[in-house]
T-cell receptor, first 111, second 111 residues
Framework: NAGVTQTPKFQVLKTGQSMTLQCAQDMNHEYMSWYRQDPGMGLRLIHYSVGAGITDQGEVPNGYNVSRSTTEDFPLRLLSAAPSQTSVYFC??????????FGSGTRLTVV | QQPVQSPQAVILREGEDAVINCSSSKALYSVHWYRQKHGEAPVFLMILLKGGEQKGHEKISASFNEKKQQSSLYLTASQLSYSGTYFCGTGVSSNTGKLIFGQGTTLQVKP
């Protein structure tokens, strides 16, 4: 099992560009979430999903879109990148209210 | 909405004990504990569900006081490998994928 796979690992964007961060899991987990991590701020929830076709907003959803067309994939879209979106992004999945498995993260820099 | 962790940072010598606290203003169903090493993804330690149970994992254990909406993580006879940042994550029901994390507690264990 690969677990939770995030791509790319590193990305530099220019202000105003759009991009999609990919997240895939092969554990048949129902729940998937996206977090961003900034120094001193902990892990902040962007969007989450409890199953295919179902998504909801977290603590900091502005500027991000998600969709969940399959159980395995949960991509995060940045619509128009801003320097404030410079962060490390983690995708995580779990089977119900169980322990979350995190991907290795995507380090995004917006210049 | 974000749970509050205390202390923010702690420095220990090998063999010493530490307690990390997590407090929420919301009624909780679950409390999760994770440890993150620098440059790595968070790793699951344990989950506590409504009912006030205490759990253990090697020399690391935790308790959950659902009446006070508080959880504590106990690290006994600390080892160098315990160094890292500890996060508590809180969930308010059994059927939500919404896990909100605290800001983290940085633990440094010195020889």
């Amino acid at each position: 099992n690969a677990g939770v796979t995030q791509t790319p690992k590193f990305q530099v964007l220019k202000t105003g560009q759009s991009m999609t961060l990919q997240c895939a899991q092969d554990m048949n987990h129902e729940y998937m979430s996206w977090y961003r991590q900034d120094p001193g701020m902990g892990l902040r929830l962007i969007h989450y999903s409890v199953g295919a076709g179902i998504t909801d907003q977290g603590e900091v959803p502005n500027g991000y879109n998600v969709s969940r067309s399959t159980t395995e994939d949960f991509p995060l879209r940045l619509l128009s990148a801003a320097p404030s979106q410079t962060s490390v992004y983690f995708c995580a999945s779990s089977y119900g209210v169980g322990h979350y498995t995190f991907g290795s993260g995507t380090r995004l820099t917006v210049v | 909405q974000q749970p509050v962790q205390s202390p923010q940072a702690v420095i220990l010598r090998e063999g010493e004990d530490a307690v990390i606290n997590c407090s929420s203003s919301k009624a909780l169903y679950s409390v999760h504990w994770y440890r993150q090493k620098h440059g790595e993804a968070p790793v699951f330690l344990m989950i506590l569900l409504k009912g006030g149970e205490q759990k253990g994992h090697e020399k690391i254990s935790a308790s959950f006081n659902e009446k006070k909406q508080q959880s504590s993580l106990y690290l006994t006879a600390s080892q160098l490998s315990y160094s890292g940042t500890y996060f508590c994550g809180t969930g308010v029901s059994s059927n939500t994928g919404k896990l909100i994390f605290g800001q983290g507690t940085t633990l440094q264990v010195k020889p």
